[in-house]
């Protein structure tokens, strides 16, 4: 590491550090800084168009309740904040996707009175389930 990698990186140390003994300015110090970040990560993952609305603050609230998760001997604030915006945007995107319906439910179980008589109908339409 760099001396100037040092210097980029003891901020958020002794904010983080802060973070950990309850200082909500060091939280808003934090915030003002990455903000900008984790907001642009969630837009780009989620497509844009102010669908990134709630992530900063979820991803931001998450480093509030539990600031050790971050570990600094494994990358800079800057870079965990992004994946953990990353990943949050990721999990929004597969709820909002539609599921597909299983093919058990599509399958008509139950024959119609036409099909009672025939019994083929049913048979078949069970058969494709």
Request: charged share 25%; aromatic share 8%; hydrophobic share 40%.
């Amino acid at each position: 590491m760099s001396s100037a990698d040092a210097k980029a990186v003891s901020p958020d140390l002794a904010l983080v550090s802060a973070i950990r003994a309850g200082d909500a300015s060091a939280m808003a110090s934090l915030y003002d800084r990455y903000s900008s970040v984790v907001y642009a990560v969630a837009l780009r993952v989620l497509g844009g168009h102010g669908s990134g609305g709630g992530h900063p603050t979820k991803v931001f609230m998450q480093l509030w309740r539990n600031p050790s998760a971050f570990d600094a001997s494994r990358g800079n604030l800057g870079a965990w904040l992004a994946v953990i915006t990353r990943n949050r945007a990721i999990d929004a995107l597969r709820k909002r996707r539609p599921r597909p319906i299983p093919r058990m439910l599509c399958c008509p179980l139950f024959p119609t009175w036409r099909e009672r008589l025939t019994g083929r109908e049913s048979r078949r339409k069970f058969a494709e389930c």
